[in-house]
């Protein structure tokens, strides 16, 4: 069944809503949370967001942008721009838009659901508006592709994939995706090549947990916070070589290496020869 005989649309005071057309099944309706709707690989245009109405669902909404960009408006919450790896969550009557933004397009995977579950959920607190961390892993397609299975057995063991996810998402991601405290970290780890900053220390920074600074910090730039801070000095150390007489051992000192022997063996790991061997061979090894 396409989507567009799943979902309903009507015009109310000028305000779109989305209702649920789909029956639910005496079987669903005992399992207390049910999928109306799974969409995969949904790819909107660019500056999409521009042309999206105000609307408002009277079902749940997961949106998970993968790829792209997005922004998202709410009446409680603002606009904002979202990156890849965020979750959009909507719930019933919160009026919303979001959609593509810039030169990027919104691709997203998505599923609607309803029930006494999520209602609790979100009287809890569990089930939030707004977009939180996700990553950029596909993790609703898996629960999309099994909902298609009208089986009893399995439209009940996708809900229970989903109900699983959806405490993942508040028990992981429950802070909105903060790109503009990563730059921070960035300048200040760039602005102190000496430094060996832990993890701790930055997510401490952020006023995160390590976990998912973690995670914050790989969507962001694909590596890791260590891995990260030890290219960065290993490229910097490389260009002054390349650019100066400064010795070996004030190189591995000014970004941190009290010792020039553990220097030279991760920097021949990382370029496959000898600070010494690199500087003499006057740039002719690239980076």
């Known amino acids: 069944m396409g989507d567009d005989k799943i979902i309903g649309y009507r015009f109310q005071d000028g305000i779109l809503i989305h209702s649920a057309c789909k029956s639910v099944s005496e079987h669903q309706l005992n399992c207390g949370l049910w999928i109306i709707s799974g969409v995969a690989a949904y790819r909107s245009e660019c500056n999409g967001f521009l042309h999206t109405r105000q609307r408002k669902y009277e079902f749940y909404s997961l949106s998970h942008l993968y790829d792209g960009r997005g922004r998202y408006w709410s009446k409680n919450n603002g606009e904002q721009e979202i990156?890849?790896?965020s979750?959009?969550?909507?719930?019933?009557?919160?009026i919303n838009r979001y959609g593509g933004w810039g030169d990027e397009p919104y691709v997203e995977d998505y599923i609607c659901f309803a029930g006494p579950i999520a209602d609790g959920w979100k009287r809890a607190g569990i089930i939030k508006d707004g977009f939180f961390h996700f990553g950029i892993e596909r993790r609703l397609l898996p629960i999309i592709e099994l909902a298609r299975d009208p089986s009893n057995?399995?439209?009940?063991?996708?809900?229970?994939?989903?109900?699983?996810?959806?405490?993942?998402?508040?028990?992981?991601?429950?802070?909105?995706?903060?790109?503009?405290?990563?730059?921070?970290?960035?300048?200040e780890i760039k602005s102190n090549p000496e430094v060996w900053w832990t993890v701790e220390e930055l997510a401490d920074m952020c006023g995160t947990s390590v976990s998912q600074f973690r995670r914050n910090f790989k969507s962001h730039t694909g590596m890791l916070p260590k891995e990260y801070i030890e290219e960065l000095k290993l490229r910097h150390a490389a260009d002054i070589l390349l650019s100066s007489d400064i010795s070996i051992k004030d190189t591995a000192r000014r970004f941190g290496y009290r010792d020039p022997f553990h220097f030279s063996r991760r920097f021949k790991l990382r370029f496959g020869v000898s600070p010494e061997n690199y500087r003499s061979s006057a740039g002719s090894i690239t980076t």
């Open 83 to 85: 990156p890849a790896g």
């Open 87 to 94: 979750a959009v969550i909507v719930t019933p009557g919160t």
């Open 153 to 187: 057995e399995t439209q009940a063991q996708s809900a229970l994939m989903l109900q699983n996810l959806l405490f993942d998402i508040h028990k992981y991601g429950r802070e909105k995706v903060s790109q503009g405290s990563i730059d921070i970290i960035l300048e």
